[in-house]
């Protein structure tokens, strides 16, 4: 049995095994002494690189910064900075003055700003710097002065001004969280924001990353977060809840902007606007070219706004001209409106409700405002609205609507329950005016043109209708003799239409079942009397002031028909030159057969003479009247005609025995009880009454039916044209 004994290790295995083992550990030992060099290294760097840089911060700012850190740490293997507690203070105001009015005066904090994946190679060939990642936790801005004077540098761009020589810096992302900012420059901060988050992915700080068309501002894409705005911006104070904003998304919204006029509500006639504004949101933003100035998006959504506006006294300037220093060009698809609400403090009021718009293809630049065809850039509008109104005459009537309906490329433009009331009594309106003046109520169930030219109205200031259609009116005229003749020229006759300092071109009005109703307190009786037309159709013509239209030869050609108190049929056609200087015009006219009696409500207590008895069978007018008279003949058939005057002073039947003998003798002596009498003929009434500038139109029709009629039953002609012409 052999006895096992160890064996010692050859020679070749001891050359094999030591040389491998010493080399280990060689390495383990370089490793340590490294790592303990790149740590002291370390530790001997990141306090030196703290103050190199607060250093750096005071040198170049020349003292008007102040650094602090609270701690800097290095990172070799990730290739990182880490900074904690960043404080950067400004120095004392006066290094700000002179020289330093190119600075802002501000205060930063941040909590940590943190970069990773830094290229130091880059870095010392002064080639494009690699980050990969830079985070900004929580940086709190507060600016106490803006610069008052320009930096020679501001204008170069940031590619141009990188430190070290570089040739660019690009970021893979830069990371904002929780930013707070504010603007102030006393007590109360005139910008604040209460949360800020923004993430930029692909940052190329580089002259090639300037020329890339598909970059923002060096970006491939910002994503934005702001909650809590709040600013003062010329006299307004504008709260805006939060904002968020995607470049990617091509989208930007608004949620819950407020904008209110302060207490000083700034320089006197300055404008003035109250707004509320739940959401806006703006889709299909084209941001690679905003940094070409040009501005390119989708849709512009306003969702409920609420708008009060006062204009200031002088006009601004257009809208792309207020434009013009930041955009060549701004183009939407669409702009859209809904629910809104709209206010505008002037003295006609003006108030709308429940607006629904939306306008299609806007242009707003230069080319956009010169183009004819276009409505305020777009190339078409379309809206809805619900109650609206404003004052006329102010504030002496109330017109108001109930619902609007408009479309620019039809032409059409519609109103429902339309509705012209006084905000005074007869009475008031007179003494207020301190003359007559009508009462007139007009209610319209609807009222719609059709081929109106918006581009002409909105661009060239012309009235350009192909016909208007009113249904249904019904009117109200309330006067009160009680009260002096207006001194001025009435504006109401054809002519004034020619006096218009905007072109009007209508080609057709059309007027349905058409009622008026008139009424009116006279001074000699103290009562008042009334009429009605009634069923009234109509058809005006060729209303414009064009001259190449509106002649002598081509004049407004208007047609009604329709009842006097429901129980006269009547027709009228009337030529109404309205260029002529003289204002030449002429009516025919037909009454159909009807009791005279129907008169009375009207003659009884207006002129305290009444129609006792009489049927009229059948009446021609013709008249034709100027500035200075209307002359023409009345051929009236009637018989049993019987006039009875009545006494201001009298009983229950408002006679006294002078108004007896007066009616007797006049239905004797005066009056023809027939026309034309048996076996005779037909005794034409002559009309001739002067014609008051300072009454309407359509009190010199008035005049010329009375002055007719009277001389048709009997009264001579000087007589006829001074009962005519009395007030």
Same mark, same amino acid.
Not at 193 to 201: A, M, P
Not at 332 to 360: C, D, F, N, Y
Not at 377 to 396: C, E, F, I, K, S
């Given at each position: 049995?052999?006895? #096992? $004994?160890?064996?010692?290790?050859?020679?070749?295995?001891?050359?094999?095994?030591?040389?491998?083992? @010493?080399?280990? %550990?060689?390495?383990?030992?370089?490793?340590?002494?490294?790592?303990?060099?790149?740590?002291?290294?370390? #530790?001997?760097?990141? /306090?030196? #690189?703290?103050?190199?840089?607060e250093e750096q911060v005071a040198e170049r700012s020349a003292g008007r910064y102040q650094l602090q850190l609270a701690s800097l740490h290095t990172s070799w293997w990730r290739r990182s900075v880490r900074l904690r507690g960043i404080h950067l203070r400004p120095g004392p105001v006066a290094r700000f003055q002179g020289?330093?009015?190119?600075?802002?005066?501000?205060?930063?904090?941040?909590?940590?700003?943190?970069?990773?994946?830094?290229?130091?190679?880059?870095?010392?060939?002064?080639?494009?710097?690699?980050?990969?990642?830079?985070?900004?936790?929580?940086?709190?801005?507060?600016?106490?002065?803006?610069?008052?004077?320009?930096?020679?540098?501001?204008?170069?761009?940031?590619?141009?001004?990188?430190?070290?020589?570089?040739?660019?810096?690009?970021?893979?992302?830069?990371?904002v969280r929780g930013l707070e900012a504010s603007y102030t420059t006393g007590r109360q901060p005139l910008a604040s924001l209460r949360r800020g988050d923004v993430r930029l992915q692909d940052i190329l700080i580089s002259a090639a990353g300037a020329a890339d068309t598909q970059r923002i501002g060096y970006a491939a894409?910002?994503?934005?977060?702001?909650?809590?705005?709040?600013?003062?911006?010329?006299?307004?104070?504008?709260?805006?809840?939060? =904002?968020?904003?995607?470049?990617?998304?091509?989208?930007?919204?608004?949620?819950? &902007?407020?904008?209110?006029?302060?207490?000083?509500?700034?320089?006197?006639?300055?404008?003035?606007?109250? $707004?509320?504004?739940?959401?806006?949101?703006?889709?299909?933003?084209?941001?690679?070219?905003?940094?070409?100035?040009?501005?390119?998006?989708?849709? $512009?959504?306003?969702?409920?706004?609420?708008?009060?506006?006062?204009?200031?006294?002088?006009?601004?300037?257009?809208?792309?001209?207020?434009?013009?220093?930041?955009?060549?060009?701004?183009?939407?698809?669409?702009?859209?409106?809904?629910?809104?609400?709209?206010?505008?403090?002037?003295?006609?009021?003006?108030?709308?409700?429940?607006?629904?718009?939306?306008?299609?293809?806007?242009?707003?630049?230069?080319?956009?405002?010169?183009?004819?065809?276009?409505?305020?850039?777009?190339?078409?509008?379309?809206?809805?609205?619900?109650?609206? !109104?404003?004052?006329?005459?102010?504030? @002496?009537?109330?017109?108001?609507?109930?619902?609007?309906?408009?479309?620019?490329?039809? !032409?059409? &433009?519609?109103?429902?329950?339309?509705? &012209?009331?006084?905000?005074?009594? /007869?009475? +008031?309106?007179?003494?207020?005016?301190?003359?007559?003046?009508?009462?007139?109520?007009?209610?319209?169930?609807?009222?719609?043109? &059709?081929?109106?030219?918006?581009?002409? #109205?909105?661009?060239?200031?012309?009235?350009?209708?192909?016909?208007?259609?009113?249904?249904?009116?019904?009117?109200?005229?309330?006067?009160?003799?009680?009260?002096?003749? @207006?001194?001025?020229?009435?504006?109401?006759?054809?002519?004034?239409?020619?006096?218009?300092?905007?072109? =009007?071109?209508?080609?057709? $009005?059309?007027?349905?079942?058409?009622?008026?109703?008139?009424?009116?307190?006279?001074?000699?009786?103290?009562?008042?009397?009334?009429?009605?037309?009634?069923?009234?159709? !109509?058809?005006?013509?060729?209303?414009?002031?064009?001259?190449?239209?509106?002649?002598?030869?081509?004049?407004?050609?208007?047609? =009604?028909?329709?009842?006097?108190?429901?129980?006269?049929?009547?027709?009228?056609?009337?030529?109404?030159?309205?260029?002529?200087?003289?204002?030449?015009?002429?009516?025919?006219?037909?009454?159909?057969? +009807?009791?005279?009696?129907?008169?009375?409500?009207?003659?009884?207590?207006?002129?305290?003479? !009444?129609? %006792?008895?009489?049927?009229?069978?059948?009446?021609?007018?013709?008249?034709?009247?100027?500035?200075?008279?209307?002359?023409?003949?009345?051929?009236?058939?009637?018989?049993?005609?019987?006039?009875?005057?009545?006494?201001?002073?009298?009983?229950?039947?408002? %006679?006294?025995?002078?108004?007896?003998?007066?009616?007797?003798?006049?239905?004797?002596?005066?009056?023809?009880?027939?026309? /034309?009498?048996?076996?005779?003929?037909?005794?034409?009434?002559?009309?001739?009454?002067?014609?008051?500038?300072?009454?309407?139109?359509?009190?010199?029709?008035?005049?010329?039916?009375v002055s007719g009629m009277l001389n048709s039953i009997g009264v001579p002609q000087n007589m006829a044209q001074k009962f005519s012409e009395a007030e």
């Amino acid at each position: 049995m052999s006895t #096992l $004994l160890p064996v010692a290790p050859s020679a070749e295995n001891a050359m094999t095994v030591h040389p491998r083992s @010493n080399w280990l %550990k060689w390495l383990v030992i370089i490793l340590l002494v490294l790592g303990g060099l790149l740590t002291a290294a370390s #530790l001997l760097f990141d /306090p030196w #690189l703290r103050r190199k840089l607060e250093e750096q911060v005071a040198e170049r700012s020349a003292g008007r910064y102040q650094l602090q850190l609270a701690s800097l740490h290095t990172s070799w293997w990730r290739r990182s900075v880490r900074l904690r507690g960043i404080h950067l203070r400004p120095g004392p105001v006066a290094r700000f003055q002179g020289a330093g009015g190119q600075w802002p005066r501000a205060t930063l904090e941040v909590k940590e700003l943190f970069i990773t994946g830094i290229g130091v190679g880059a870095l010392l060939r002064h080639g494009v710097l690699p980050i990969g990642h830079l985070l900004l936790d929580t940086p709190r801005v507060q600016v106490l002065s803006l610069p008052t004077t320009i930096s020679p540098n501001s204008n170069k761009p940031l590619h141009e001004q990188l430190p070290f020589s570089l040739e660019g810096i690009r970021v893979g992302a830069l990371e904002v969280r929780g930013l707070e900012a504010s603007y102030t420059t006393g007590r109360q901060p005139l910008a604040s924001l209460r949360r800020g988050d923004v993430r930029l992915q692909d940052i190329l700080i580089s002259a090639a990353g300037a020329a890339d068309t598909q970059r923002i501002g060096y970006a491939a894409s910002i994503e934005a977060r702001v909650a809590g705005v709040i600013a003062t911006v010329q006299a307004h104070q504008l709260a805006l809840a939060a =904002v968020q904003f995607s470049s990617q998304a091509h989208r930007l919204t608004l949620d819950s &902007l407020g904008v209110v006029p302060t207490r000083s509500g700034g320089a006197k006639g300055a404008m003035q606007v109250a $707004l509320v504004l739940p959401h806006l949101a703006l889709t299909g933003l084209q941001t690679a070219d905003l940094q070409r100035r040009q501005f390119r998006a989708d849709s $512009l959504l306003f969702e409920r706004p609420r708008i009060t506006f006062k204009p200031p006294t002088i006009p601004p300037p257009a809208l792309h001209k207020l434009l013009a220093p930041y955009f060549d060009r701004v183009q939407l698809a669409h702009a859209v409106v809904t629910h809104g609400q709209g206010t505008v403090t002037i003295q006609r009021a003006p108030k709308v409700q429940e607006v629904m718009l939306s306008g299609h293809n806007l242009r707003i630049d230069a080319v956009g405002a010169r183009d004819a065809s276009r409505v305020y850039y777009g190339q078409a509008w379309t809206a809805r609205t619900g109650a609206g !109104g404003l004052l006329l005459d102010a504030p @002496n009537y109330r017109l108001a609507y109930q619902h609007m309906s408009l479309a620019t490329h039809s !032409g059409l &433009l519609q109103l429902h329950d339309v509705t &012209l009331v006084p905000t005074l009594s /007869p009475a +008031a309106l007179n003494r207020r005016k301190h003359h007559q003046s009508p009462h007139l109520t007009v209610r319209l169930p609807s009222l719609r043109l &059709l081929g109106l030219d918006y581009a002409a #109205l909105a661009n060239r200031k012309m009235l350009l209708v192909r016909q208007v259609e009113a249904r249904h009116p019904r009117v109200k005229v309330a006067g009160d003799g009680r009260f002096a003749l @207006n001194p001025e020229n009435s504006v109401a006759t054809p002519d004034a239409i020619g006096k218009l300092p905007f072109r =009007v071109n209508v080609r057709q $009005l059309r007027v349905t079942d058409c009622t008026m109703h008139f009424t009116y307190l006279s001074p000699q009786s103290g009562r008042v009397g009334s009429m009605s037309l009634n069923r009234m159709q !109509g058809t005006i013509t060729n209303i414009t002031n064009d001259p190449r239209r509106m002649t002598n030869a081509h004049p407004v050609v208007a047609r =009604v028909s329709g009842w006097i108190q429901n129980q006269c049929h009547v027709q009228a056609t009337f030529w109404l030159p309205l260029l002529d200087p003289q204002g030449r015009h002429r009516v025919e006219g037909t009454f159909g057969a +009807a009791p005279i009696t129907m008169l009375n409500s009207i003659t009884q207590p207006c002129r305290l003479v !009444g129609f %006792k008895s009489g049927q009229v069978k059948h009446v021609f007018v013709q008249m034709r009247a100027d500035r200075r008279h209307i002359e023409g003949i009345m051929r009236a058939q009637y018989a049993d005609l019987q006039l009875t005057f009545l006494a201001k002073d009298g009983g229950a039947d408002h %006679k006294n025995l002078l108004s007896k003998v007066k009616s007797k003798l006049v239905n004797v002596v005066v009056i023809r009880d027939e026309n /034309p009498r048996r076996r005779g003929t037909l005794k034409p009434g002559y009309i001739q009454s002067r014609r008051d500038l300072r009454l309407s139109v359509f009190s010199l029709w008035r005049q010329g039916l009375v002055s007719g009629m009277l001389n048709s039953i009997g009264v001579p002609q000087n007589m006829a044209q001074k009962f005519s012409e009395a007030e």
